[in-house]
T-cell receptor, first 117, second 110 residues
Framework: EPEVTQTPSHQVTQMGQEVILRCVPI?????FYWYRQILGQKVEFLVS????????KSEIFDDQFSVERPDGSNFTLKIRSTKLEDSAMYFC???????????????FGEGSWLTVV | SQKIEQNSEALNIQEGKTATLTCNYT??????LQWYRQDPGRGPVFLLL???NEKEKRKERLKVTFDTTLKQSLFHITASQPADSATYLC?????????WGAGTKLIIKP
């Protein structure tokens, strides 16, 4: 079964450092997402991406965050200057069609656990 | 803004019994609602989607109901097994984003 893959599975970084989390969405999917989950808390939407641009973003997704699809397969989340409160599990997800119009399934990766020290 | 409430207390169920989890929302009724399973340290896995015009949806031992009057969805697992132990999340669309409940931890005891 096709799956969303994420790397690294776990990263420890110093506060203020830049981090790039990588994702390979399912190959025929057109919509890509990043979510995060702070330990013990709810899953939170960060950003959705379609046709090489951001479709929607939440209040969490401030200027420190950026996303990019540098080639035909990878989808990256960059945090420019990490803060302690950025420590969380970051999930990449993808779907064939946009959520609101179809209620289509989104498929999640296994997550990248980011620890900022 | 839309809020989702799931029972934060763990639900302990004896193997073989039916487990019922609740998801309540506070604002307008969404076009659809989804249920996911999440195991510790893993990503959410999609289980079922139910649309606002559907009262009930089934998939194998799973059943979801959607009551737009009560603003509530119920998630049932029949003939529960220890392998069903996980956290179950409900999610719904709001302003083109999926928003999530905190999840209910389900523990099936042998």
């Amino acid at each position: 079964e096709p799956e969303v893959t994420q790397t690294p599975s776990h990263q420890v970084t110093q506060m203020g450092q830049e981090v790039i989390l990588r994702c390979v969405p399912i190959s025929n999917h057109l919509y890509f997402y990043w979510y995060r989950q702070i330990l013990g808390q709810k899953v939170e939407f960060l950003v959705s991406f379609y046709n090489n641009e951001i479709s929607e973003k939440s209040e969490i997704f401030d200027d420190q965050f950026s996303v990019e699809r540098p080639d035909g397969s990878n989808f990256t989340l960059k945090i420019r200057s990490t803060k302690l409160e950025d420590s969380a599990m970051y999930f990449c997800a993808s779907s064939e069609t946009v959520l609101p119009s179809s209620g289509n399934t989104i498929y999640f990766g296994e997550g990248s656990w980011l620890t900022v020290v | 803004s839309q809020k989702i409430e799931q029972n934060s207390e763990a639900l302990n169920i004896q193997e073989g019994k039916t487990a019922t989890l609740t998801c309540n929302y506070t604002n307008y009724s969404p076009a659809y609602l989804q249920w996911y399973r999440q195991d510790p340290g893993r990503g959410p896995v999609f289980l079922l989607l139910i649309r606002e015009n559907e009262k009930e949806k089934r998939k194998e031992r799973l059943k979801v109901t959607f009551d737009t009057t009560l603003k509530q969805s119920l998630f049932h697992i029949t003939a529960s097994q220890p392998a069903d132990s996980a956290t179950y999340l409900c999610a719904l669309e709001s302003n083109y984003q999926l928003i999530w409940g905190a999840g209910t931890k389900l523990i099936i005891k042998p």
